[in-house]
């Protein structure tokens, strides 16, 4: 049973930075695409950024620059770094996976497997 725990969001001022962490448990696979989606209230989930197994990164346009995904495989955990944020970044930001790869259409949730439940990150301008 793979479950997926999301960590580190709260409040901050525009500009100022967070981390998050996803915790993965239960994983099989040995190979796997890794990454952090967020979907802010009247929009539809966005892609941020995912990582592979071999540290392979891709980011959405809009964070690219400020955000940093990154992994310790011996924790089994993702890290996103935000840093420069901005009031649009607002939203409740959700860890996801799934086998084998980050190639193809990474952005789409819908070939995403497993998600964790989410933590919400807060930006005043």
């Known amino acids: 049973h793979v479950q997926l725990v999301e960590s580190g969001g709260g409040s901050v001022q525009s500009g100022g930075s967070l981390r998050l962490s996803c915790a993965a448990s239960?994983?099989?696979?040995?190979?796997?695409?890794m990454g952090w989606f967020r979907q802010a209230p009247g929009k539809e989930r966005e892609g941020v950024a995912v990582i592979d197994g071999d540290g392979n990164t891709r980011y959405a346009d809009s964070v690219k620059g400020r955000f940093t995904i990154s992994q310790d495989n011996g924790k089994n955990t993702v890290y996103l770094q935000m840093n420069g944020l901005k009031p649009e970044d607002e939203a409740m930001y959700f860890c996801?996976?799934?086998?084998?790869?980050?190639?193809?259409?990474?952005?789409?949730?819908?070939?995403?497997?497993?998600w964790g439940q989410g933590t919400q990150v807060t930006v005043s301008s």
């Open positions: 996801a996976g799934k086998p084998l790869d980050c190639s193809g259409a990474w952005t789409s949730g819908n070939a995403y497997k497993h």
């Open positions: 239960g994983y099989t696979y040995s190979r796997a695409c």
